[in-house]
């Protein structure tokens, strides 16, 4: 008989999301089979932003996450660039990239040690405290030396944390959100003394990516390996690009593009489209351009379980994140499944954190980080670009020198939506189906799926009407879960 598992909320991520699977026998193995992940609380920010000084959203959309808002300070001034028609000082453009760098170095260190590695190592005996327990427990866990070693490790890698946020912090003015993105560049003038200072952090963290980072995701893998051949999903892969390597941004350190069946083509912006069957927004909210995108609450509709959309390349499925850059930039490309996504990821911290040293060796004291510019009356534009997690737009129109239209699409958006107008599950459910279960009251496997996309709701709702909470998916449950 089919079990229907509630695992709500999922612990060990950015913000609220909640997950359902179907778990029913395959073959004689209990196994996914059906899979749904919702969002239960509003994103207002579209909102927000109508009506204010266009340029408030470089701030203002820095909130919208505290764990990787340099990303949204940069998207909302390529937008704003796009729509002032200014090209960012070359100054200027070193400093977002080393800021946004820091974010990055941060961001992965953070999901493979303090949110993705707990799934895998047992800490009975080690951490027998909250937050360690309760929590699920699997005879495949890994114990002893190797358990205890990488719990060091997890400790180091909160010092390794705080010193990428001060290092983003010299450029950026403060961390995790930044002061100093602006349209035209940045405001932070460069000194002698913030290049070294920035430089010996770096050392730091690049000696313990090199030397403790990657060796343990590559341990992880050879631990579990099994997980090579879990949670592959849409196998579909889009990434916009990110780290400018020109003021124009027509060149990449990281490259953008799209894997869809199994092809690797460029990104038009015009391919990407919003539905919301499923979501908790008006029709007239979907089957829309983010450009002219609409955010109309329908709190009531009986068809919906989440509160993101389900946005769409070429109407088909994708998954962004450290994958999908490392793919279509041609540094990985082993596959497509969970230990797939923590492996890329590590090596990806490691090529932006070499990158690093070189945007601080292009650095020149004294010159102005700023490309002046004005707010025009009117005009549009679009910011495309990649957060930690993946592929990030935000779309600008601008009237009467006032925003009037604002659109955010976050990397949880794309792997974390909901089924769309087509009843195409979101990339995170695809994923999820054909992952083996071994015991309903402990699915950690299911967990190991979710982690790996590394999920950030909180990058993708926002708010909540106390007493009014749409969270169960479905009224009623067989057997229930909750995570630790």
């Not at 403060?174 to 290049?195: D, K, L, M, N, Y």
């Not at 030397?211 to 949670?231: K, N």
């Not at 700023?370 to 737009?393: H, K, M, N, V, W």
Request: glycine content about 10%.
């Amino acid at each position: 008989m089919a079990n229907l598992l509630k695992i709500n909320p999922i612990t060990r991520i950015e913000g609220h999301l909640e997950v359902e699977v179907v778990v029913d026998s395959v073959g004689g193995s209990d196994e996914v089979v059906d899979a749904r992940a919702g969002s239960p609380m509003f994103r207002g920010f579209e909102l927000i932003l109508a009506g204010r000084d266009p340029r408030d959203a470089v701030h203002y959309t820095q909130r919208v996450c505290g764990v990787c808002p340099v990303a949204h300070g940069m998207a909302a001034s390529l937008a704003l660039e796009d729509a002032f028609g200014v090209v960012p000082s070359e100054n200027g453009r070193r400093i977002r990239n080393l800021v946004l760098g820091a974010n990055y170095l941060q961001s992965h260190i953070l999901h493979f040690y303090h949110l993705a590695l707990p799934d895998f190592i047992n800490t009975e005996g080690l951490v027998d405290m909250s937050p360690w327990k309760p929590r699920y427990s699997s005879p495949d866990l890994v114990d002893g030396e190797t358990a205890a070693n990488l719990l060091n490790n997890y400790v180091t890698a909160l010092a390794m944390r705080r010193k990428a946020h001060q290092m983003g912090a010299l450029f950026g003015g403060r961390q995790p959100s930044t002061a100093s993105f602006v349209p035209g560049g940045a405001t932070q003038a460069v000194t002698p003394e913030s290049i070294s200072r920035y430089r010996a952090l770096l050392s730091e963290i690049l000696t313990f990516i090199e030397d403790v980072y990657l060796p343990d995701a590559e341990l992880l893998g050879e631990l579990f390996p099994e997980y090579f051949s879990i949670g592959a999903g849409c196998g579909n892969l889009l990434s916009f690009g990110v780290f400018h390597l020109d003021s124009t941004g027509d060149t990449k350190l990281l490259a953008g593009g799209h894997y869809t069946g199994g092809e690797i083509g460029s990104v038009d912006p015009a391919a990407i489209m919003e539905y919301v069957a499923h979501s908790w927004y008006t029709p007239s909210s979907g089957q829309r351009n983010p450009a002219s995108g609409l955010t109309a609450a329908d709190p009531a509709k009986e068809s919906a379980y989440s509160w993101l959309k389900a946005p769409r390349y070429d109407d088909a499925v994708h998954e962004v994140g450290p994958l999908a850059r490392m793919w279509m930039s041609g540094h990985y490309d082993r596959g497509i499944s969970v230990m797939d996504r923590n492996l890329s990821r590590a090596r990806e911290a490691l090529v932006v954190a070499q990158a690093l040293g070189g945007w601080l060796d292009e650095l020149v004291p004294g010159e102005s980080p700023y490309a002046e510019c004005f707010t025009p009356e009117s005009g549009r534009g679009i910011g495309l670009t990649e957060a930690p997690r993946g592929a990030l737009g935000h779309w600008v129109q601008i009237s009467e020198y006032l925003i009037v239209r604002y659109q955010l699409v976050t990397p949880t958006g794309w792997n974390a939506s909901p089924r769309d107008d087509q009843n195409q599950p979101g990339a995170l459910e695809q994923a999820l189906l054909g992952t083996p279960v071994r015991d309903l009251r402990n699915p950690l496997e299911v967990l190991r799926v979710v982690h790996s996309y590394d999920p950030c709701v909180a990058c993708s709702v926002h708010m909540l009407r106390p007493g009014q909470m749409r969270g169960d998916l479905h009224a009623s449950s067989s057997s229930g879960a909750r995570s630790r």
